[in-house]
């Protein structure tokens, strides 16, 4: 008897960081630094113009690829931060999320028994929807080098599988490193991708979060190749409102968005309402959130090597990727675990994101810093104490 299921399932798991949220989420007096959502609240000129989309009855279908105003809202806002050049009518969807996005772009371009390059430590979100696609993921591990993908990664692999190999995920600055790309890495490494014409994902809804210097997209110099996603979640603390981009080519996002149409029709019209306001009135809303997330990010930081923990310092987003001290448990669920139950606070096992993240945590610092601060006071308590 055939499964009454799609295979393909079987082939992946449920989030496991999701799943370990939960799982210490039961213990009491945990102090969690577990997910990746900005503790601020949305800006309140955003708040009220979702509450007037409500009031003003814009609560109907929406069109597929999004409301025409906010794609040009979200154009303007692409070219004035990072000098990207879209086509709001033919070039931009909005979708429900990223994550959205991902599916939509993964599942619009792959074919049966192709490869995506997949560099790791990574948000774990692409590997699922390219199994799912029938396609297989090749990873990449980076922490050799600093957590940067490099142009001589992308030769060594497309010389062990070919012509098989479809598309390239980025995403930075980086979930769970913190790490993001500078100008020269990109150009260096947008030239060496130019050479195979394979499609890149780039993944950059931290983007606006960027702390040094200016977010540089490899959009910019292989526009053909490059889908981008992008979105208000981070940027604008609206991580509920459901509103991302996909980013691209005509040829490619006209396509693409017959996989959105019949995924999700439209997004949510009255978040679409919210969105443009935030893109169009709120373009540097991100710049007093970072502001704290710097202090927070520096605070941590700074107790983590007391600690004898040794992590890249971000340049971005609001994660700390930091190695376990030797003479402590190295497996990292086991010590994850072991920190929860004793010394109740959590972190996220870094082989959550994929090779090279064995041996690893995932400290997210958005958070308030009264909460940074009793999490830290436990992980000092607990690391005295084992």
């Not at 979640?233 to 691209?248: D, E, V």
């Not at 996002?253 to 009135?281: C, G, P, W, Y």
Request: aromatic share 8%; charged share 20%.
């Amino acid at each position: 008897m055939s499964s009454n299921l799609n295979e393909q399932l079987t082939l992946i798991q449920p989030s496991s960081i999701l799943k370990f949220d939960a799982e210490v989420s039961l213990i009491t007096g945990i102090t969690k630094l577990t997910l990746g959502e900005p503790d601020f609240n949305t800006p309140e000129h955003i708040k009220i113009a979702g509450m007037d989309a409500i009031k003003n009855n814009h609560t109907h279908y929406a069109p597929t690829a999004g409301e025409l105003p906010l794609r040009e809202a979200a154009s303007s806002f692409l070219k004035e931060k990072y000098d990207l050049s879209y086509n709001p009518k033919s070039e931009i969807l909005v979708t429900a999320g990223a994550t959205e996005a991902i599916y939509t772009a993964l599942f619009g371009i792959l074919n049966l028994g192709e490869k995506v390059i997949i560099p790791t430590p990574i948000f774990p979100g692409y590997i699922p929807v390219t199994i799912l696609s029938r396609c297989t993921p090749i990873f990449i591990d980076t922490s050799s080098n600093h957590f940067v993908l490099s142009p001589e990664m992308v030769q060594q692999a497309l010389l062990e599988h070919g012509e098989s190999v479809k598309a390239v995920v980025l995403n930075y600055p980086n979930n769970p490193t913190g790490v993001t790309y500078t100008r020269d890495e990109v150009i260096n490494l947008a030239n060496e991708l130019k050479k195979h014409d394979l499609i890149v994902l780039s993944d950059e809804i931290y983007s606006e979060l960027t702390y040094s210097g200016t977010h540089v997209s490899i959009a910019k110099f292989i526009p053909d190749q490059t889908l981008v996603i992008n979105g208000v979640s981070k940027s604008h603390a609206m991580t509920g409102w459901r509103i991302g981009l996909l980013c691209g080519p005509a040829n490619l996002i006209q396509e693409i968005n017959k996989v959105h149409q019949f995924l999700i029709t439209s997004t949510a019209t009255m978040a679409q309402k919210a969105a443009l306001v935030a893109f169009r009135d709120g373009k540097d809303d991100a710049q007093l959130m970072k502001v704290e997330y710097l202090k927070r990010r520096d605070y941590v930081y700074d107790c983590l090597q007391k600690l004898g923990f040794t992590c890249p310092k971000p340049n971005g987003a609001f994660y700390l990727f930091a190695k376990i001290p030797s003479g402590y448990i190295q497996d990292s669920m086991d010590f994850c675990l072991d920190l929860a139950k004793k010394g109740k606070v959590a972190f996220i096992p870094g082989d959550s994101f994929g090779p090279g993240g064995e041996g690893y945590v995932r400290i997210s610092y958005a958070a308030s810093m009264a909460t940074l601060i009793t999490a830290m006071e436990k992980l000092a308590e607990y690391m005295g104490n084992n």
